[in-house]
């Protein structure tokens, strides 16, 4: 159950973390960053290790990482932090990504949603960009300031890659369910 409480924590921190930001306090938001981003990497470790991967761990765990990421995105696009292009393509692509797990699900029935390592990838560029993003806010120097820009691009890349891959490979499994049914 300890995985399970970790991202319980994680959840409860994105408020917090979201105040901290809109509140300009960038050190305490980027402290409750990486603890944050320390439960998400503790309690992946944790759930392998102690072989407790559950039902509700795999439900919460991506919803906690959307709740965090998808908040600070939004939060900081709308302070003028960010560019809303790159916001734009992360919520396009997680809309896109529910609306299809959504019609495969009650359509076809397919019940396979695990991320595949393109979508891996992704979440992390997402964290490793916000915490650039956070860093370069309270510590400018010239080389947090190109590594901002350079997770940014590779966000964006690794953002819309994903997504075309999640949509090929739903459509495979769709097809699968289909041939399967009509056998």
Not at 58 to 78: E, I, N, V
Not at 110 to 121: C, E, M, N, Q, T
Not at 135 to 141: G, M
């Amino acid at each position: 159950m300890a995985p399970n409480l970790l991202t319980l924590l994680r959840i409860a921190l994105a408020p917090f973390l979201v105040a901290a930001i809109l509140e300009r306090r960038f050190h305490l938001g980027f402290g409750l960053f990486v603890a944050a981003a320390g439960t998400d990497a503790m309690d992946g470790i944790l759930a392998r290790w102690l072989c407790q991967r559950t039902l509700l761990g795999q439900y919460l765990d991506p919803l906690a990482d959307k709740l965090m990421l998808s908040s600070l995105f939004l939060t900081l696009t709308w302070m003028g932090i960010l560019e809303p292009r790159v916001a734009i393509l992360v919520f396009a692509r997680d809309i896109g990504m529910l609306l299809t797990a959504l019609i495969l699900y009650t359509t076809a029935k397919v019940r396979d949603f695990r991320p595949s390592l393109l979508g891996k990838a992704n979440s992390f560029s997402q964290v490793v960009a916000i915490a650039v993003v956070l860093l370069d806010l309270i510590y400018q120097r010239a080389w947090v300031t190109a590594a901002r820009a350079a997770m940014l691009d590779a966000t964006i890349f690794l953002t819309i890659v994903s997504g075309f891959h999640y949509a090929w490979v739903a459509s495979h499994r769709a097809s699968l369910v289909a041939e399967a049914e009509s056998t």
